[in-house]
């Protein structure tokens, strides 16, 4: 799976398929990640200990929240529960929201430039609401970047295996023409397992790689 050539599924005997959709993940790909910031926030704003707040994250909440089983006043009131009953809502999206760190500008742009290279460039992510509506106000992920999937609005979660196939309904793809570019290695061999291409993404450098020779594998098509 390092290896990151968009090419068919190993062991089919057939050539390589032209990628036509590419699906970004957002956390640790697109934007940084900063678990303990989230947790320092909470410790601080609330006043509690850190087995509290991280009963709070390990506890059914968060998942329930990231595949649209419950809605921000939902998550709100039972999440009063871990922390006494002393939280306000202000204060509890505002910790939540200190997973995001910031943008990884150079991915941002390898995203556009496959876009403009005439691939299809979207975003499949596990996030919730409120991570969403911050990333898209503050980190602004481009309107050129679409069709996005998130997995509040899907009732899924990746790596499960019926998500992907939802996707490739979705797209009007064959599995085979989709490539995921995800840090996760469990995303991408249930993708993978589904036909889907995979890169696992490891660096700024890398991805660029993968990128510059995509554009190139296109514009090779465009010239044939």
């Given at each position: 799976?390092?290896?990151?050539?968009?090419?068919?599924?190993?062991?089919?005997?057939?050539?390589?398929?032209?990628?036509?959709?590419?699906?970004?993940?957002?956390?640790?790909?697109?934007?940084?990640?900063?678990?303990?910031?989230?947790?320092?926030?909470?410790?601080?704003?609330?006043?509690?200990?850190?087995?509290?707040?991280?009963?709070?994250?390990?506890?059914?909440?968060?998942?329930?929240?990231?595949?649209?089983?419950?809605?921000?006043?939902?998550?709100?009131?039972?999440?009063?529960?871990?922390?006494?009953?002393?939280?306000?809502?202000?204060?509890?999206?505002?910790?939540?929201?200190?997973?995001?760190?910031?943008?990884?500008?150079?991915?941002?742009?390898?995203?556009?430039?496959?876009?403009?290279?005439?691939?299809?460039?979207?975003?499949?992510?596990?996030?919730?609401?409120?991570?969403?509506?911050?990333?898209?106000?503050?980190?602004?992920?481009?309107?050129?970047?679409?069709?996005?999937?998130?997995s509040f609005e899907l009732g899924l979660e990746k790596p499960e295996r019926r998500l992907f196939r939802i996707?490739?309904?979705?797209?009007?793809?064959?599995?085979?023409?989709?490539?995921?570019?995800?840090?996760?290695?469990?995303?991408?061999?249930?993708?993978?397992?589904?036909?889907?291409?995979?890169?696992?993404?490891?660096?700024?450098?890398?991805?660029?790689?993968?990128?510059?020779?995509?554009?190139?594998?296109?514009?090779?098509?465009?010239?044939?």
């Amino acid at each position: 799976m390092a290896n990151c050539t968009p090419a068919s599924n190993e062991g089919t005997g057939s050539t390589t398929v032209p990628v036509k959709q590419v699906l970004f993940d957002l956390g640790g790909v697109l934007v940084t990640l900063d678990p303990q910031q989230r947790v320092d926030c909470f410790l601080e704003i609330c006043g509690i200990g850190v087995d509290q707040v991280n009963a709070f994250l390990d506890s059914d909440l968060p998942p329930r929240f990231s595949t649209g089983k419950l809605d921000g006043e939902e998550f709100y009131r039972e999440a009063k529960i871990f922390f006494n009953g002393d939280l306000r809502k202000s204060d509890l999206r505002n910790c939540w929201n200190r997973l995001i760190a910031d943008a990884i500008p150079a991915n941002l742009e390898a995203a556009r430039r496959l876009s403009h290279a005439d691939y299809q460039v979207g975003l499949l992510s596990n996030t919730d609401p409120w991570h969403w509506e911050y990333i898209s106000s503050h980190i602004l992920i481009s309107d050129e970047l679409q069709p996005v999937f998130t997995s509040f609005e899907l009732g899924l979660e990746k790596p499960e295996r019926r998500l992907f196939r939802i996707v490739s309904e979705a797209l009007a793809c064959l599995p085979d023409e989709i490539l995921l570019i995800d840090d996760s290695r469990q995303n991408l061999e249930t993708a993978r397992s589904c036909g889907w291409q995979v890169c696992q993404y490891e660096s700024v450098p890398q991805l660029h790689s993968l990128v510059a020779g995509m554009i190139a594998q296109q514009q090779k098509y465009d010239v044939n």
